[in-house]
């Protein structure tokens, strides 16, 4: 995830270029030919263009929308993330004595190693170093390493002799994480289904495709143009829609959750005193120029 990053309308533009191609060149040799050619003739009304945008106008509000919903709910549970393993740590500082300062400390860094395993998992990438070595050195199960690693949270928890009450608010800070990494791998393993993607291309195509014989062809070149433009433009939001909907795809517009990490591991180490403290890069928000 490149949060510092503008996003360039050049790569965007990548990801629907065979698109944009095969519209422009129908729309230039249509375009030509219902001016000049054998297609002069053909008029369709454009009362019909203009149901079948209405349509798909529709279609592309829902699917935009519920991409984006899908996108800031998994950053609503980031941030609950952040917060959680905050809490989690104060409570263990405060709950377990101070001769059993190492036993904060394991939380801690167990805690700090959850985070960016949760994220690499969801990006389906290699573990990084840190989470590698922790892995390796706790022989940890490598099916789903956040959840192992949570039950190593939960066993340590049985553990420590500070009393039911206390045992119970730290559990239930755990419960939180652990539903906040059942929400995130929900959202990673619900496909939005291919079925309406497909309609919203076809009808597209349609719209593309009937759109040249509505219009007039006084102007060869405005033909074309308008032709070509409409379709471009629904076609880049629902490829903006596609982008959104699976905010756990190590792309550009996807959850920030390495840096999100890293901050939970700079506040961790501050809560236990730990001056090893990683290097963060200041947020900027990213947008598309």
């Not at 180490?269 to 947020?283: H, N, T």
Request: glycine share 4%; proline share 4%; aromatic share 12%.
């Amino acid at each position: 995830m490149l949060l510092n990053k503008k996003i360039s309308i050049f790569t965007f533009l990548k990801q629907i270029k065979f698109d944009i191609t095969a519209i422009l060149i129908y729309a230039i040799v249509v375009g030509i030919a219902d001016q000049y050619g054998f297609l002069s003739k053909i008029e369709i009304p454009i009362a019909v263009s203009a149901i079948i945008g209405t349509a798909l106008s529709l279609l592309l509000a829902f699917r935009t929308a519920q991409a984006y919903e899908r996108w800031w709910e998994a950053r609503i549970i980031w941030g609950a993330i952040v917060n959680d393993s905050r809490t989690l740590i104060r409570q263990v500082k405060q709950f377990v004595p101070k001769k059993d300062a190492d036993v904060v400390k394991e939380f801690a860094y167990r805690q700090i190693v959850w985070c960016y395993a949760l994220g690499e998992t969801l990006r389906k990438l290699s573990y990084s170093k840190k989470v590698y070595d922790y892995v390796k050195e706790h022989k940890i199960p490598k099916n789903n390493v956040p959840n192992s690693i949570m039950n190593q949270h939960g066993a340590a928890l049985s553990k420590l002799d500070i009393g039911d009450f206390k045992q119970v608010q730290i559990d239930s800070t755990l419960s939180r994480l652990c539903d906040a990494m059942g929400k995130c791998e929900r959202i990673k393993n619900t496909v939005f289904p291919k079925s309406y993607s497909l309609l919203v291309h076809f009808l597209i195509y349609v719209f593309a495709t009937l759109l040249p014989f509505g219009l007039k062809d006084e102007y060869v070149l405005v033909e074309i143009f308008l032709t070509a433009l409409i379709p471009i433009i629904f076609i880049a939001i629902e490829r903006t829609a596609i982008i959104l909907q699976d905010p756990f795809e190590n792309v550009t517009t996807d959850i920030p959750m390495t840096t999100l990490a890293t901050t939970i591991e700079i506040n961790i180490k501050e809560l236990i005193g730990d001056d090893d403290l990683p290097f963060q890069e200041k947020p900027k928000t990213f947008y598309i120029m």
